[in-house]
């Protein structure tokens, strides 16, 4: 069968449309450009996802964000299979909560009111890179346009096709939604609960939605391949979830930072263009390695390469690798730090959670505070490294 080759050229093409994809068509349509998107689903699409935006999500989003929030985390429970629980609280927001659903869908919606045009439905099968662009290639067409934009996930397509050798590292991750009548802790919809204890080494969650619970568990470590046993292990040993009958989860992999070669040294982000292909969120693996935090990143990501994808296309002395430069100044410190946080909690974690969960003077419940201030924005991976060598400093200078 031979597939038809569309006449209309496109300033860019867009594939995937979570929020990676629709935050870069989003702002492309803003700044006058026309955009072509794929997706292989039609929205609203289910996400394994436990849809936790950290609050300083919206410094970067509309503000009517908030009209497809079901619950404002303003507490977060800290437990060890249900043991030794204390809470962390604030008068301002540490978390949002959304089901990806209509998360997605609104991004999507905003896109579209933008002028950008989204196919969907429709799953790009092939990339080819040509001299002067790319042609992407999917059941029903064949599409040309100066630039493609890979927004398509962990298991990327346009990552696969447009950058071969590319090293990554996926960690498994497991949710299940649960809806019913909900525990009290959780009926606000303000507190959420982080679980040390739930995974051998990374962690679980209950998050607050309208209708019921997201709950899940990460394996942030590699070697550590258990997620289902994890999960388990967390529902049935959790008290704040006793008696709750939980759907059985299911997976998907997270590809969180992990320091890569490219053409330029060693870097947390690793290689984001080649030739006229630009990778975003999942995609290019821009998820925390500490928390598994991706939504904020998929976002932020698409936001910069939007910028840099407009002032090629507007100067052609301009270099899309601006993209690349200006994601690791971003991103790269901080996810250098997330993944040295981790390797020390997810080591001792109950060491840890006993030492976080002390007060004054020599606990690091302050610490955790300055954690729940990363999330509002408010701190830095860099500001708390910082802080916590000064704590760590205290003791040992008096010893
Ligand atoms: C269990 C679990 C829990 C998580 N919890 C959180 C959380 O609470 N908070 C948080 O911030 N992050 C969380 N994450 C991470 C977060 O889900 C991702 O980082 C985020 O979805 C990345 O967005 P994205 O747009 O890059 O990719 P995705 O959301 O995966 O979107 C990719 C899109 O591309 C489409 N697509 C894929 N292939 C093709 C193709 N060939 N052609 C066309 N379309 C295609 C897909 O249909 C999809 O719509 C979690 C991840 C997991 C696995």
Redesign the pocket.
């Known amino acids: 069968m031979i597939i038809p080759l569309h006449s209309r050229q496109y300033d860019a093409i867009v594939?995937?449309?979570?929020?990676?994809?629709?935050?870069t068509a989003f702002e492309l349509g803003q700044m006058g450009m026309s955009v072509l998107a794929?997706?292989?689903?039609v929205?609203p699409?289910y996400?394994?996802?436990?849809?936790?935006?950290?609050a300083r999500i919206e410094r970067i989003l509309p503000a009517d964000f908030k009209t497809v929030v079901e619950g404002t985390v303003y507490r977060v429970q800290f437990t060890y299979g249900g043991e030794d629980s204390f809470f962390i609280e604030f008068p301002q927001p540490v978390a949002y909560m959304v089901m990806?659903q209509k998360f997605?869908q609104w991004l999507v919606e905003k896109a579209r009111q933008v002028g950008a045009e989204i196919k969907e439905d429709?799953?790009?099968?092939a990339v080819q890179e040509l001299e002067d662009g790319v042609e992407v290639s999917?059941g029903k067409g064949r599409y040309r346009g100066p630039i493609v934009i890979g927004?398509?996930?962990?298991?990327?397509?346009?990552a696969q096709q447009c950058f071969p050798g590319r090293r990554f590292r996926k960690i498994p991750?497991?949710?299940s939604e649960y809806h019913g009548e909900t525990p009290h802790a959780f009926q606000q919809t303000r507190t959420a609960l982080i679980s040390l204890r739930a995974a051998k080494k990374g962690y679980g969650?209950v998050?607050p939605k309208e209708n019921g619970l997201?709950l899940?568990?990460?394996e942030f470590v590699r070697g550590a391949n258990r997620p289902r046993r994890s999960f388990e292990d967390f529902v049935n040993h959790e008290s704040a979830v006793a008696g709750l009958s939980i759907p059985l989860?299911?997976?998907?992999?997270?590809?969180i930072a992990n320091q890569q070669a490219n053409r330029n040294g060693y870097r947390w982000t690793g290689s984001l263009v080649r030739h006229r292909a630009v990778l975003?969120?999942?995609?290019?693996h821009?998820?925390?390695p500490l928390?598994?935090?991706?939504?904020?990143?998929?976002?932020r990501?698409?936001q910069l390469a939007a910028a840099s994808v407009a002032a090629t296309l507007r100067n052609s002395t301009h270099r899309l690798e601006e993209y690349e430069r200006n994601v690791e100044a971003e991103f790269g410190l901080e996810f250098r730090v997330a993944a040295r946080l981790g390797t020390i909690i997810y080591g001792l974690p109950r060491s840890w959670h006993w030492w976080a969960g002390r007060t004054f003077p020599d606990g690091y419940q302050r610490v955790l505070r300055r954690y729940c201030e990363l999330l509002q924005g408010r701190e830095t991976y860099q500001t708390l490294w910082a802080k916590i060598l000064q704590r760590l400093k205290g003791p040992f200078g008096r010893s």
Do not use: N
């Open positions: 594939v995937g449309m979570g929020p990676a994809g629709a935050s794929f997706d292989k689903q929205h699409r996400k394994v996802c436990g849809g936790g935006l950290s990806r997605d429709e799953a790009v099968v999917t927004a398509d996930g962990a298991m990327s397509v346009v991750a497991l949710e969650w998050f997201s899940g568990v990460g989860p299911l997976g998907h992999p997270l590809p975003v969120g999942d995609a290019g821009l998820v925390d928390l598994g935090e991706g939504i904020y990143y998929a976002i990501s698409g």
